[in-house]
């Protein structure tokens, strides 16, 4: 099983958060243990941000699980952009990154195939043991398009709020066999 969550809420909620190292809230911290209670997994692995790692840390602590940091698992970088609410954008350079994150990056930032290729490499990377993955929105929607092969709007047609837990079954071998299993949010 492959579980990827979401980090819980930042100090700061409604800013484009990508490389701005925001802790994250006592709150948020308990709603990703909450999240992960009744989860069998082997390993952690988190990005090496604040507000994932810490998540990672106290799910992982009681459970005698070291959490292993992976950088490729850090949110898009937003480059100016980042630490933005996003009504201090220009609505429509923002309107334009929804609608192609590839052609229209945020000035100074990373774009959607850069994200995807990261993460689908620490996926190729990825033990096949039961695994959980503290991370952020953007490299979950990254993981999905790789696993599931969605597409850039399918990716953004569901919500995932702080703390949401996707839950996969994958099989591997060439073609690789995914199953989506549970979305708790």
């Not at 992960?36 to 990005?47: K, N, Q, T």
């Not at 698992?73 to 929804?98: H, N, T």
């Not at 930032?109 to 995807?116: C, I, M, Y």
Request: hydrophobic letters at 45%.
């Amino acid at each position: 099983m492959l579980y990827l969550m979401r980090h819980g809420a930042p100090e700061v909620p409604g800013r484009l958060l990508g490389r701005t190292d925001d802790p994250v809230t006592e709150a948020g911290i308990a709603a990703c243990v909450a999240r992960a209670d009744g989860l069998a997994v082997d390993r952690i692995e988190a990005s090496d941000l604040i507000r994932a790692h810490a998540c990672a840390k106290a799910i992982g602590g009681p459970r005698g699980i070291a959490v292993e940091v992976d950088p490729s698992w850090r949110e898009l970088d937003f480059g100016v952009w980042d630490g933005l609410a996003p009504a201090a954008i220009d609505c429509s350079a923002l309107s334009a990154f929804y609608d192609d994150p590839d052609a229209s990056p945020p000035p100074n930032g990373e774009r959607l195939s850069a994200l995807q290729s990261r993460v689908a490499r620490a996926l190729a990377e990825m033990p096949p043991v039961s695994t959980l993955v503290v991370t952020h929105g953007g490299a979950i929607r990254a993981a999905l398009a790789d696993l599931c092969g969605f597409d850039r709007r399918q990716v953004w047609a569901f919500d995932l709020p702080y703390a949401a837990l996707v839950s996969l079954r994958i099989w591997p071998g060439q073609p690789r066999t995914v199953q989506i299993v549970g979305l708790a949010l």
